[in-house]
Every structure is written in C-alpha cells, then in structure tokens.
C-alpha cells in the first residue's frame, strides 16, 4: 500500500518536472512515433480557422483511460523556455476502441511548436508530440473529410470519394506518381524540387470524385495561394499491396540489376515465384521472407507516404533495409536516426509545395558495404 502511494507521489512528481520546463526535442528519444504498435501512436492536420487554429489530431492507445494530456508551447525544439497552453478547447469528436479523435481550437500562437505531452501515472511513462503551429506560408482554411465527415489525417486516400470542408470552392492540380524509388544511402543526391507534369487542372465544390489511382492531388483555395493539401490517391486496400505490379518494383532495394531488369521484364507470377525460391533455397522460407518484406513495406506506406508512396521515401527506403530506428532525435532543420548497430543517418528537412516536412537523407560514399552486409542479411533471412 505504502510502495503503491509511493510510486504514485513520484509519478506526479516527475510529470510535475515534465510540464513546468521546456523540452530539448533535441535530447529526447522519438523512436516510438515510428512504430504503429507503440503504446501511443499519433497522426495530425493544422487547419486555419481565422483568428485561431484547429489541430485535428487521433490518438491510438494500448489502455486509452491510462493517459492524461496536457498542451505546451514553446518557440522550437531547442527551447530554454515554454507556456502552458491556457486558453483553448477540445473535444472528442470520435472514440473507437483504442482509438479516439480530437479537435483542439487554439488562439493563433506567436510560439511554433505546440508539444502534446502524454503522462500513464501507473507506469511513471510519457509521450511527446510535436505539432508545427507557424509556418512561413500558414494553414489552409480548409481540409478533407471521409464520407462521414471525419477529418483525414493521413496524406493518402483510398476512398473514391473524397470531401472537403472550409470552403465553397476549390482548385486542384492532378500530377502521376511516377517517382522513381529512393536511391540508397550511399548514392547520389538528386534534385530535392524536381520538375513535375500536370496532368489536369481544375476546380471543383465539396467534393473530389473519381480520382485516378497513383495520382497526387495539390488542393489550393486558388492557384496563388501557397497554402495547399496535397493527397495521393491510392487503391483500397492501401497501405498493402496486392497486385503484381506493386509487389515487383519495391524488389529493387535487394536485388542486383539483372534480377530487376528480369522481373519487370517478365512481370509474371512465375518469374516473381522463382526468385524467392531461388534466393530462399524452400518454398517455406521464400513464403516467410515474402511476408516480412511485405509487411514491412506495409508499415513504411503507412508512417511515410505523402505525395509519395512510403517505400519511395527516403525515410522509408531506411526503414525497410535497417529496421526501425532505436532512437529518433528531432530539430526543425533536421531529424537522426540511431540504431544499436552503430550505423546512423541523417536526413534534412525541407518545406516544399506539396509538403512541409520532407525529410532528404544525407548520402555518403561510406555507408557502402554496411548497406550491402544489410542486404546480404535480408536475402539469407536475418
């Protein structure tokens, strides 16, 4: 009894100490907002509502009564210093089992970073998520909803029919995901804005329908306004693949050149067969080495797509051949990733149109033979 009033005291204390200081993102440890099984797991959207803003945001928890939030800001990740959010609102505007939806209204903020601070008094543990509230070209005044009226969150959709909210009415720029893969991390660096095609032009009230599959849509309130939303229109069954045509090209990560030139060639289930097969030595450690491969192309679609498919992503190119980080260290211009192998990377972040946080990997030369010994892991089943 007295151990238990104990921990509780201390819980406190420490969320105390949590809450009353400004948090160095810089010094804490982010791995767990890559891991979608994680005891909390976090998505989000900033929309300009006037004089204020509306974070959006769904919280996935493992015991969702365990947790208690409270709301920070502070001037960035560095800060020596933050404000306890005082004047605000939230509601829940959707609960499912593990899972809930908020809607928090703020007063626009001359602070840039808004921190959601988790606490689980009962197993002294705290999450931290970080939320970009100030921005050089702001929030659209608007954002996309399901059919029922439900915020998304993500930057992709796999509805056919998608809705928008804040506006009567809206332009669209269609562009085809035609993106190559993510060279590797010693490749070279390639053009961080390159030069796209737009396939059409329009505008339209409401709502977006019959989007053509593996296109990106950038939704702007007209064409000069640079606050924009960009959704990549995806099959249903997205983040998974299923057909041939998207089980094959993601192979080129862990194949040499003529095992992919021969795949894509052929594009036919044998020769896609074949080459576990032959790689694996059995039919039973080609099915497991499928599933792995797969799943893990699953989890990068889903932490890392934007107008990009996740496994096309720098980050999620890294994520797919070495794992999940073990630790993730954030600043605004830039985020490491440390894994208990030693290797590390670094990737750069850079605002663009379509996106506010593209993460570019610095490439070296020197990750040569620890890229080629990962592979070589991953084709014998390590």
Same mark, same amino acid.
């Given at each position: ?149 439900? %915020? ?86 997205? %983040? ?143």
């Amino acid at each position: 009894m007295f151990r238990t009033r104990l921990f509780t005291l201390l819980s406190v204390f420490l969320w105390s100490i949590v809450t009353s200081q400004a948090i160095d993102l810089s010094k804490v440890n982010l791995s767990y907002q890559y891991d979608p099984e994680s005891d909390i797991f976090f998505d989000h959207r900033v929309v300009d509502a006037g004089d204020s803003l509306t974070v959006f945001y769904s919280v996935r928890f493992d015991t969702i009564n365990s947790w208690n939030q409270t709301f920070l800001i502070q001037d960035h990740y560095q800060s020596m210093e933050h404000d306890t959010l005082k004047t605000y609102s939230i509601n829940v505007i959707s609960e499912q089992p593990g899972e809930r939806v908020y809607r928090l209204s703020m007063v626009k903020p001359k602070k840039s970073l808004l921190i959601i601070a988790w606490y689980d008094l009962n197993r002294g543990v705290y999450r931290v998520e970080d939320v970009r509230v100030k921005t050089p070209v702001g929030f659209p005044a608007f954002y996309p909803a399901d059919e029922e009226g439900m %915020p998304v969150l993500k930057d992709y959709v796999s509805s056919e029919v998608v809705r928008f909210i804040g506006m009567e009415e809206y332009h669209a720029f269609q562009y085809t995901d035609n993106f190559d893969p993510a060279d590797p991390a010693m490749g070279r660096m390639k053009p961080i804005a390159p030069s796209l095609r737009i396939d059409s032009s329009f505008m339209f009230s409401n709502q977006l329908s019959g989007m053509d599959v593996y296109s990106f849509y950038l939704v702007q309130e007209d064409t000069l306004s640079q606050a924009a939303i960009t959704l990549l229109s995806c099959p249903s069954y997205f %983040p998974e693949f299923r057909r041939l045509e998207e089980l094959v090209p993601p192979l080129t990560y862990i194949t040499t050149e003529t095992e992919i030139n021969t795949l894509k060639g052929k594009m036919n289930k044998g020769s896609f067969e074949n080459f576990w097969v032959n790689t694996y030595g059995s039919r039973f450690r080609a099915k497991t080495a499928i599933k792995n491969y797969y799943n893990q192309i699953e989890r990068v679609n889903e932490l890392f797509t934007d107008y990009k498919q996740g496994w096309k992503t720098d980050r999620g190119v890294i994520y797919l051949i070495f794992g999940k980080p073990d630790k993730v260290f954030r600043t605004e211009r830039e985020e490491v990733w440390k894994y208990i192998s030693g290797v590390e990377f670094e990737f750069i972040r850079i605002s663009t149109l379509f996106t506010s946080s593209m993460y570019s990997l610095k490439r070296d030369r020197s990750y040569e033979q620890t890229w080629y010994n990962r592979v070589g892991e991953l084709r014998k089943g390590m």
